[in-house]
């Protein structure tokens, strides 16, 4: 599996690219900011986009959408408790001072356990509300994609509407934990991990 991490927009949010080596075809996740540089890195590597999915709908993660989804054609993924969030991306964006276009509507809303499938890839969703009621996590052969419910020693914020804090760290510790600790985490924001470094030397979440 082809992994690409391009940090878009502002606020540096991880977009991630996953490609499937032999067909060609791809995901994006997470197209917030920025998205010459996401099609120039598809380009770079051959790929042709066939889904574009949001772990949760903020909008420096989701402020994307629309042109990828002109420049693509690909369907739009999301939970479906992250429409209210979704329909307010513009909104959301300018109480930072910034400017994102809204989002074109989802085509296809995904719940826990359900799969999402390109080329010979198929990532399992996990939901893992906390940092957004819809947030979600994808799995796939030991790497697993988490938006901003787990990062390197810390975890996702809970002060925006419809966060919960202890329903974030029951996701990271009832969801995300049991998947062994050799899992490889990308995460929303700033540098990869694993589920094993997590557990141990977290101090919001560590099991030992």
Known sequence: MIIKKLPVGPIMANCFILGC????KAAVIDPGDETDKILLALADEGLTVAQL??????????????????????PLVIHALEIPILNNLAA???????SVEDSPVPDRMVADGDTISFG????????????????ISLYTNGCLFVGDTLFAGSI??????????????????????????????????GPETTIGT???????????
């Not at 010979?120 to 947030?135: A, D, M, Y």
């Open 92 to 98: 959301s964006a300018a109480r930072w001072g910034l």
């Open 21 to 24: 080596e032999e067909t060609k």
């Open 156 to 189: 996702g914020r809970t002060d925006f509407p419809g966060g919960d804090h202890e329903t974030l760290l029951a996701s990271i510790r009832e969801k995300l934990f049991p998947l062994g600790d050799d899992v490889q985490v990308y995460t929303g924001h």
């Open 198 to 208: 997590e557990k141990r030397t977290n101090p919001f979440v560590r099991m030992t």
């Open 120 to 135: 010979n890839i198929t990532l399992k969703v996990i939901h893992t509300p906390g940092h957004s009621p819809g947030g």
């Open 53 to 74: 999915i949001n772990t949760h709908c903020h909008f420096d993660h989701a402020g994307g959408n629309k042109k990828m989804r002109d420049a693509t054609g690909a």
